[in-house]
Each structure stands twice: as structure tokens, then as C-alpha cells.
């Protein structure tokens, strides 16, 4: 069972929203909330001044950009992440072995240069969107779970600290990859929540239960009549596993 307050290390609240809003929806759920995601949406129109910005709050940044491009391009980039102070990094496994080498490689000497700890390079494996139709019309083969769990494998192994996956992959994840990998759900939807375009969504215990370290739950939050209670439910409910 978790504490309360070591819940908190468990969430990420999903900030793709206009920059104020973000910051002032993290400042009222910063109490049970410890990561904020910074995604493609505050990036591309804000830049590092948006991660710098909920950094000045307190937040440990998520900066949530699936680099997948020419190993050189990604090293580049997950270096200038790295000199960000950025917490967590995504990249995506399917760029390969090559790339996700160098992402791993450039993120750690870029911290290393501006003094910070270097950040945890995630590999994304299938989107949580992506129903079993659509992995097999982008030509993946298997089932979102097995082509998830091999994208999965050939991540760790080129050395990435963690990965992306839905809760439901996470419980054979941990089974097969063992407990050193760094396990990231999105697709969190409380009980009784609409899950959108999540096709493969499940409750923050249910993830935790399955060897998730971190949750990341924004709609659920966003939406909310009183997003600070609803922030303080998901932790509890955390906490209880």
C-alpha cells in the first residue's frame, strides 16, 4: 500500500491545455499531483519557456514529445532536452535499436553539461489509442499487448530507463522485463469516466496493481467540477493499492 503523500510521486498531470491554464490547473492539484506533462501542444507554441514554467511551480517535468526520427536528429534533440532539467523524456521504440541509443546518449550529455540529473528516457511502445485494427493497419503484427511487449524488449535492451504502455501491458512488462524499468501508463480514466479516444484505458488501481510507477490522468482532471478533489480521489485510490 502506498501513502498518501508518496502518491503524489505516482501522478502527472497531462497540462495540454493554453499555457495559463495549464499553470494555474497544476498550482490548485499540485498537493497530490508531482509531474506535469508538457506535450507537442505547449511545446511547438511555447517551447523550453513552458517547461521552465511549471519548473518555477515546483512540477518535475514530463516533456512528452515521442522523438522518432534519424538517430543524429534525436540525439540532438533529447541533448537539448537534457540541458532543460527536464525529469522524464519519450521517445519512440519503434525508431530502433540505432536511435533510441543516441536519444539515451544525448539526453545524458546534455544534463550533464548545464549540471542537471539527467532524465529518464522513455520509449513510447503502441499509442493508447490505438485499437487492435489500428496496429495492424500501420503494419504492425500480433495483438496491441504482443506488438507492444516486443517493441518493449528491443527498447531496454538498447538501454532505455523506461517505457510507455497501456495499463494492460503492464502487468506482462513487468512479468518478462523485470522490475528495473521505469513503467509510464496515460490512459488512466477513473471508474465510471468517458474514456474518449482512449482505447485501451483503465482505473489508476487497476495500473498500479499492473507495476505501473507513473499514471498520467488529464482529462479526468481537466473536466472536473473541482479538479483539486478530483486529483486527491485519484490519489487515494492510488494509495490503497
Same mark, same amino acid.
Given at each position: 500500500?502506498?501513502?498518501?503523500?508518496? *502518491?503524489?510521486?505516482?501522478?502527472?498531470?497531462?497540462?495540454?491545455?493554453?499555457?495559463?491554464?495549464?499553470?494555474?490547473?497544476?498550482?490548485?492539484?499540485?498537493?497530490?499531483?508531482?509531474?506535469?506533462?508538457?506535450?507537442?501542444?505547449? $511545446?511547438?507554441?511555447?517551447?523550453?519557456?513552458?517547461?521552465?514554467? $511549471?519548473?518555477?511551480?515546483? *512540477?518535475?517535468? $514530463?516533456?512528452?514529445?515521442?522523438?522518432?526520427?534519424?538517430?543524429?536528429?534525436?540525439?540532438?534533440?533529447?541533448?537539448?532536452?537534457?540541458?532543460?532539467?527536464?525529469?522524464?523524456?519519450?521517445?519512440?521504440?519503434?525508431?530502433?535499436?540505432?536511435?533510441?541509443?543516441?536519444?539515451?546518449?544525448?539526453?545524458?550529455?546534455?544534463?550533464?553539461?548545464?549540471?542537471h540529473e539527467a532524465p529518464r528516457v522513455l520509449a513510447v511502445t503502441?499509442?493508447?489509442?490505438?485499437?487492435?485494427?489500428?496496429?495492424?493497419?500501420?503494419?504492425?503484427?500480433? *495483438?496491441?499487448?504482443?506488438?507492444?511487449?516486443?517493441?518493449?524488449?528491443?527498447?531496454?535492451?538498447a538501454g532505455v530507463d523506461g517505457l510507455v504502455c497501456s495499463p494492460?501491458?503492464?502487468?506482462? $512488462?513487468?512479468?518478462?522485463?523485470?522490475?528495473?524499468?521505469?513503467?509510464?501508463?496515460?490512459?488512466?480514466?477513473?471508474?465510471?469516466?468517458?474514456?474518449?479516444?482512449?482505447?485501451?484505458?483503465?482505473?489508476?488501481?487497476?495500473?498500479?496493481?499492473?507495476?505501473?510507477?507513473?499514471?498520467?490522468?488529464?482529462?479526468?482532471?481537466?473536466?472536473? *467540477?473541482?479538479?483539486?478533489?478530483?486529483?486527491?480521489?485519484?490519489?487515494?485510490?492510488?494509495?490503497?493499492?
Open positions: 500500500m502506498t501513502d498518501v503523500s508518496q *502518491a503524489r510521486d505516482k501522478l502527472a498531470l497531462a497540462a495540454d491545455l493554453p499555457l495559463e491554464d495549464g499553470l494555474r490547473l497544476y498550482q490548485q492539484v499540485a498537493p497530490h499531483v508531482g509531474y506535469a506533462k508538457v506535450g507537442l501542444s505547449l $511545446f511547438v507554441e511555447h517551447g523550453p519557456a513552458a517547461v521552465a514554467a $511549471f519548473q518555477k511551480l515546483g *512540477a518535475r517535468v $514530463f516533456l512528452d514529445l515521442k522523438l522518432h526520427d534519424i538517430p543524429n536528429t534525436v540525439e540532438l534533440a533529447a541533448a537539448r532536452a537534457g540541458a532543460l532539467g527536464v525529469s522524464l523524456l519519450t521517445v519512440h521504440a519503434a525508431g530502433g535499436e540505432a536511435m533510441l541509443k543516441a536519444a539515451v546518449k544525448g539526453a545524458r550529455e546534455g544534463a550533464r553539461a548545464k549540471g503502441v499509442l493508447t489509442s490505438m485499437s487492435a485494427e489500428d496496429v495492424t493497419a500501420v503494419g504492425l503484427s500480433g *495483438a496491441p499487448d504482443v506488438a507492444a511487449l516486443r517493441l518493449a524488449r528491443l527498447a531496454v535492451g494492460r501491458e503492464a502487468e506482462a $512488462f513487468r512479468r518478462e522485463l523485470g522490475p528495473t524499468p521505469f513503467l509510464c501508463t496515460p490512459g488512466i480514466r477513473p471508474a465510471g469516466a468517458a474514456k474518449g479516444d482512449q482505447s485501451r484505458a483503465e482505473t489508476p488501481a487497476f495500473a498500479v496493481r499492473a507495476g505501473a510507477d507513473l499514471l498520467v490522468v488529464g482529462r479526468p482532471i481537466h473536466t472536473a *467540477a473541482d479538479p483539486l478533489s478530483a486529483a486527491r480521489s485519484i490519489a487515494e485510490e492510488v494509495s490503497t493499492v
